[in-house]
């Protein structure tokens, strides 16, 4: 089968393609096909790769445009997703510049770690003697998190950073913040939401391409709404974001149970900053994607008294501590 693999030198980029037999890839990793190439084809080609393990996420590429860590990926079943295909293309990850080949550039990523301070401050009442304690919900709480291996993958697959990386940190940076700010042990986790409000919280765009690509599972998509839950619950409401938000909650349960798309914007953004919006709002109306008709209400949805009784519900057993 045929191997195409993107290279780049610092100054220009070309695919090489590489033949490799069934007998050379059977029984191997996506790395140990990398690992071969470099030894026995082309010593020139360059990636990252260390513990072999899945521990330290140094070897992620990709794959067809998708994600994968390299050494924990096996070629038959890699192959089969793909319907044993007599080529594939391996790439590096996406949303990161390249330095050489596979090979990319992580500093930016270390840098927007070091914004959300993912190490903790313990409680005073913590000690060295008596150490720092938590029950199990508490540990729970925060385990998955812990499993990150920094590997990229889920930056790479982001539609976010693919189309405007500028005011948006990297899923991983996210996961991050929330493993901190919702430790037990942690003095104040502003240290860590208020960083992650700087830098793009509310930026997502919900395509949950982060937590599809993990290999180890960790849904960065729902640390990002915990995030915003925790912001929220401080306060934090400045913004478009947030109003986006409570008007999802307030059609829910004062309206008719859909989304009433006239009064979103208004509510988000407010009336001055949608003046200038009107010419996409007309085109919305004339391609029947929105009826102004609605900024009246419609039908309630079916199942809605059941609907409204179950977030009541929900609120009151917060307000008494049953849930958080």
Not at 253 to 265: F, Q, S, T, V, Y
């Amino acid at each position: 089968m045929k191997i195409v693999i993107q290279r780049f030198n610092g100054t220009k980029t070309w695919d090489q393609t590489f033949e490799i037999s069934k007998e050379e890839y059977s029984g191997k990793t996506l790395l140990g096909v990398l690992l071969h190439i470099k030894q026995t084809k082309d010593i020139s080609l360059n990636f990252t790769a260390s513990c072999r393990s899945a521990i330290c996420g140094a070897c992620a590429v990709r794959v067809n445009g998708h994600s994968y860590l390299a050494c924990d990926t096996k070629m038959e079943p890699l192959l089969a997703e793909y319907d044993n295909p007599d080529m594939i293309r391996i790439s590096p990850l996406g949303n990161f510049r390249v330095i050489s080949d596979l090979v990319v550039d992580w500093e930016p990523s270390i840098e927007n770690l070091r914004k959300i301070r993912p190490a903790i401050t313990a409680k005073s009442e913590f000690s060295e003697k008596d150490g720092c304690i938590q029950n199990q919900a508490e540990f729970d709480r925060i385990s998955k998190q812990w499993d990150c291996i920094l590997c990229g993958c889920c930056a790479s697959e982001c539609s976010k950073l693919e189309a405007d990386s500028s005011d948006y940190m990297q899923p991983f940076v996210f996961t991050h913040a929330y493993r901190a700010a919702a430790d037990s042990r942690s003095k104040d986790e502003m240290l860590h939401l208020k960083p992650s409000l700087d830098n793009g919280l509310w930026m997502c765009v919900h395509c949950n391409e982060c937590a599809n690509r993990c290999p180890k599972g960790i849904n960065s998509h729902e640390d990002i709404a915990n995030l915003r839950v925790m912001a929220m619950r401080k306060g934090l409401k400045d913004g478009s974001g947030p109003g986006h938000a409570e008007a999802f909650l307030l059609d829910m349960i004062e309206g008719d149970g859909r989304l009433n798309e006239i009064k979103l914007a208004l509510r988000s953004e407010g009336v001055f900053a949608n003046m200038g919006k009107i010419d996409i709002a007309m085109n919305l109306m004339m391609a029947g994607k929105m009826n102004p008709l609605h900024i009246f209400g419609g039908e309630k949805i079916e199942g809605h008294d059941e609907l409204v009784k179950m977030v009541n519900a929900a609120k009151k057993a917060e307000q008494q501590g049953a849930i958080k």
